[in-house]
């Protein structure tokens, strides 16, 4: 009695990956293109009685499940009504071609320039006024409560959120120059 | 060309590449003008969108034949990129369109391009301080007698200082050092002397605290009391865009903070000036060259203070933000615990707690370290003075120009002199701190009170007829939440709003209560427009049972009486047992007098529904709002409160929110609200029959029950 327990309760560990019903995206039922700009998928689904079925999203949205830790896995593909469609495990899963268009609009939601200067950092009623240099030129940014604006990642990653939302990254600190390092360090 | 309707900046191509670029909007097509320019037809274009990414925004819209890129912004962009597709939206929907169509309210200072603070137009580097400071002066008016007191003694006591010294030396060149013994008299009197003026210091010192105190008491009031009022006068949009905790520092902290600055730093501004100017003064007229041998280390000992501050201080406040997380993640594993102790987790909090605790400790102690080395360092520059005055009256004491007493003199003067200096440096810092808070103050003082009463804003009876006409309505975000509704409710029926969540019922609502104004239409109660009903007599004539009932701390009689305050205890007990409050009151040991609320009695979610009920019955109103009043009760009890609720509503112009559509039986007719619009309108037989909207929600609700009735079976 004791052991047929158990092995129920085993079991029903085992299928709490198929009871969570997550549908992974990869190259062999998905077909990723580009239309009007923006991208869209095809999905291969089997159905119940054995047959497939394509599923047609003229646009999809992606969003990041982990967006510090992990920026090109576990991606969650929704539709208009940010229901998911389904979840792709990396884009390592797909071909080139479409990993560069999902690559792409990634790149253009979680648009974040990379800091690769510090130029001043001045402190002033609670805010702090930064002036920096990164791949999108230079930047004048504000945070409101700069230590809550800051978000270490790892050992030297510093994502930076300004007042408006928009995002910075420091991809490494041991990549900044001695005077940007000692503007951030205080804050760190 | 036809007519243009508004221009929108943006900033970003769609490769990411920073640009600057404009999109033109007219009536007939969009025109996009980056490095190329792009032309897209007005005709055939469904929607305005502003799809809001992580760090980015897009201005799309969409087509049949699928959706387009306009534009792409940053973060700074969204509230024009929003407020843009509001705008079109509307026009799409034939709104004509406004001369204010073509200005975005700026999100940055036009004088220093940097951003306003959260949710106001006001720059803090730029405002004008002059101007603040006077109407804080204005709004001090109670108590400018005793800051003007103040001031006064803050002088006199520096006065009093000064002369302490010169006594001193008269007491040493006069008596002490004098070629013949004086009188034993006339050294008491120069003794008794001292002691009057060391008594003096001390009793006014008392005066002036006496001061302070009632400048500061009555100066608090009013800088609390105002933007409190000022925050209950604005509307419930206005209000809720602000965090509760930021509402409370602009009333509690900001207003002690400039409660601070006027009962110690003015008096001490005014003070340290005052003996600095007259000491300056005094040393000058004795003696020039000794005046500048103190005075010329005094601008490096400002510097060097101002550096240390500035080197320190960033360094100590960082050490009060680790010290204040230690602080969060103590709070944090307490009030946790029992999750803590459920996993077996209590090592690994204790490591966390650890990390945070050693973290603080690293950072204090350089913080120490720093200090125990640089301030050393200042006090001596600070002393430097000193030597030179040793040097230079030593030598004229041996000339024979000056007595010893005279130097004892000078030598406090140079003592004296440096604690204005240091004093001022950190004046700045002080002046700014409280700069913040004065603009934050003025900030919530300055707001416009958006849902105001008109100017001819009558008091009027309420028979209860509500007319909807065409309302449109859309929060901050580019979507209208109601799209052309309309709907006649007669006084006395009983109408139920149902529909997905998120189409607008809860807005509806609230467009009625007037926390919010619609933008397009009017909603008219007998044939006023809300705008014209003033405020206080709609919402005494208008009553709600929320979903969430909130019990304020205080009694259960307290919080039933909320909304008739000079009710009667007749009046109390009659509401109480229509509502069934009374059930359940007279078994509670304190009876109607149990504490209730936050720190009181806790109430069950049925029993709080039913003080909520008792509230409104209490209120009387001729118009009755029910948004989801039973949502959050089980079945058993939604029933006993739905015969209570039966009771209020009779006879009254009920408006009712419900999803669990069984409880909106009575009603005498059913609006489905769909996507923002009045999809359906009618009994429920009616609707059921019409084989709608409605027929697919009582069928989904149906399958519901029935699958909970097989699992029982």
Known sequence: METKENIQTVESVCNLADVAEVRYLHRDNTEIFLKNGFPGANIKIRQEDGTEKTEEHARIWLHRSFPFDLPEEYISVQNKDQEEIGLIRSLTDFDSASADILRGELARKYYTPRITKIVSLKEAHGYSFWNVESDAGKLQFTLQDTFRSLLRVGEDKIFVFDNYGNRYVIESLKDLDRRSLRRIELYL | ?????????????????????????????????????????????????????????????????????????????????????????????????????????????????????????????????????????????????????????????????????????????????????????????????ILLVTLAVRLLGILRNFAQVRAGTKLIVTLRQTPFQKIEALSLSKVSKRTTGELMNRVTRDSSQIQDFFTSDVGGLIE??????????????????????????????????????????????????????????????????????????????????DRVNRRETTVRITNETYFAVISPVTNFLMGVGEFFLLYYVGNQILDGTMTLGAMQQFSAYVAMIYGPLRWLSFMPRRLARTMTSVVRVFDVLDEKEDVADRENAVHKTIA?????????????????????????????????????????????????????????????????????????????????????????????????????????????????????VHSFAVKLPDGYNTLVGERGHTLSGGERQRVAIARALLHNPKILILDEATASLDTETEKDIQDALQKLIAGRTTIAIAHRLSTLRNATRLVVLDKGSVAEVGTHDELVARKGLYYELVMAQRQMSKMTEDDIA
Request: glycine letters at 8%; proline letters at 4%; a positive charge.
């Open chain 2, 272 to 353: 340290q000036v005052f003996t600095l100017v007259s000491l300056g003064i005094i040393l000058f007229v004795y003696d020039w060259r000794l005046a500048l041998m103190v005075l010329l280390p005094a601008p490096l000992v400002m510097l060097s203070h101002r550096l240390m501050w500035r080197y320190l201080g960033p360094r100590y406040n960082k050490q009060w933000w680790c010290g204040s997380r230690l602080f969060e993640t103590l709070y944090d594993i307490f009030s946790g615990i029992r999750v803590v102790k459920a996993f077996g987790m209590e090592k690994k909090e204790v490591e966390r707690y």
């Open chain 2, 1 to 193: 060309m036809e007519k243009c309707i508004t221009r929108i900046p943006f900033n970003l191509d769609s490769d990411n590449n920073p640009v600057q670029g404009q999109v033109e909007i007219y009536t007939d097509g969009v025109r996009i003008i980056a490095k190329e320019e792009q032309w897209i037809p007005m005709e055939g274009i469904q929607e305005f969108r502003c799809d809001v990414g992580v760090g980015s925004v897009a201005l799309e819209i969409s087509r049949k034949e699928g959706d387009c890129l306009i534009c792409r912004g940053t973060m700074d962009q969204r509230t024009i990129f929003s407020a843009a597709a509001k705008r079109m939206n509307r026009f799409l929907d034939g709104a004509v369109p406004g001369e204010d169509w073509m200005e975005y309210k700026k999100a940055v200072c036009p004088k220093c391009h940097r951003p306003y603070l959260p949710d106001s137009e006001i720059c803090p580097k730029c405002t004008k301080k002059g101007g603040y400071l006077r109407r804080l002066w204005k709004m001090a008016k109670s108590s400018r007698g005793y800051i003007y007191l103040s001031v006064l003694i803050f002088v006199a006591v520096a006065a009093l200082n000064l002369v302490l010294p010169y006594l001193n030396r008269v007491l040493v060149d006069d008596y002490i050092k004098a070629d013949r013994l004086p009188a034993v008299s006339q050294y008491v009197l120069a003794v008794l002397m």
């Open chain 2, 464 to 580: 209860g007829n509500i007319q909807i006409e065409n309302v449109s309505f859309g929060y901050e975000d580019s979507k209208n939440v109601l799209r052309k509704v309309s709907l006649e409710i007669k006084p006395g029926e009983m109408v139920g709003i149902v529909g997905r969540s998120g189409v607008g019922k809860s807005t509806l609502i609230n467009l009625i209560m007037r926390m919010y104004d619609p933008e397009e239409g009017a909603i008219r109660i007998d044939g006023t427009d809300l705008r014209d009903i003033a405020q206080n007599s709609l919402r005494s004539q208008i009553g709600a049972v929320l979903q969430e009932t909130f019990l304020f701390t205080g009694t259960l009689f307290q919080n039933i009486c909320y909304s008739k305050p000079d009710a009667a205890y007749d009046e109390v007990i009659t509401a109480a047992k229509l509502a069934g």
